[in-house]
Structures are given as structure tokens and as C-alpha cells.
């Protein structure tokens, strides 16, 4: 379990020659909703696809506040 063994709090950036990997914050909210609303992406994955915007920035919420918790790590990909 993460809570046990790391602590991302202050959530790392990390760089690499081709890709930021950061944390996800409200902005990112129309790519995330490309994303989960697009039906050839989420195929395979077991969720609804997502009809509106604040879908998305509902996940965002989501995502960051088991962050706060240290209940998981999502790096957003840009």
C-alpha cells in the first residue's frame, strides 16, 4: 500500500527528454475529457463515457484528493 512505504506530498514532476509527467490540475480538463469520451480509447475499460466537460474535472477532483490522502498516484502525462 502507498500510504505505507511513500509520501507524495509535494507531488513530484518529473521531466524527461520527450514527456512531463505532473500532477493533474483543473486546466488539463479538456484532455482528460478527450480522453474519457472518446469510445475507441475506453473500449476495454469498464466505465461510462464521459458526455460533459465537468466529467472531467470530476475526475480531477477525484484523482487529486486520493493524492491528498496518499491513497494512490496518478501522474498526468503532457
Same mark, same amino acid.
Given at each position: 500500500?502507498?500510504?505505507?512505504? %511513500?509520501?507524495?506530498? *509535494?507531488?513530484? #514532476?518529473?521531466?524527461?527528454?520527450? @514527456?512531463?509527467?505532473?500532477? !493533474?490540475? =483543473? $486546466?488539463?480538463?479538456?484532455?482528460?475529457?478527450?480522453?474519457?469520451?472518446?469510445?475507441?480509447?475506453?473500449? %476495454?475499460?469498464?466505465? *461510462?463515457?464521459? #458526455?460533459?466537460?465537468?466529467?472531467? @474535472?470530476?475526475?480531477?477532483? !477525484?484523482? =487529486? $484528493?486520493?493524492?491528498?490522502?496518499?491513497?494512490?498516484?496518478?501522474?498526468?502525462?503532457?
Amino acid at each position: 500500500m502507498i500510504k505505507e512505504h %511513500y509520501s507524495f506530498n *509535494p507531488f513530484p #514532476k518529473i521531466n524527461t527528454n520527450r @514527456l512531463v509527467l505532473r500532477q !493533474m490540475n =483543473n $486546466e488539463d480538463q479538456y484532455e482528460i475529457f478527450a480522453l474519457r469520451s472518446n469510445k475507441k480509447v475506453s473500449q %476495454y475499460i469498464n466505465r *461510462p463515457i464521459a #458526455k460533459e466537460v465537468d466529467e472531467a @474535472l470530476q475526475y480531477i477532483k !477525484m484523482i =487529486n $484528493e486520493g493524492i491528498k490522502r496518499n491513497d494512490w498516484v496518478l501522474w498526468g502525462n503532457f
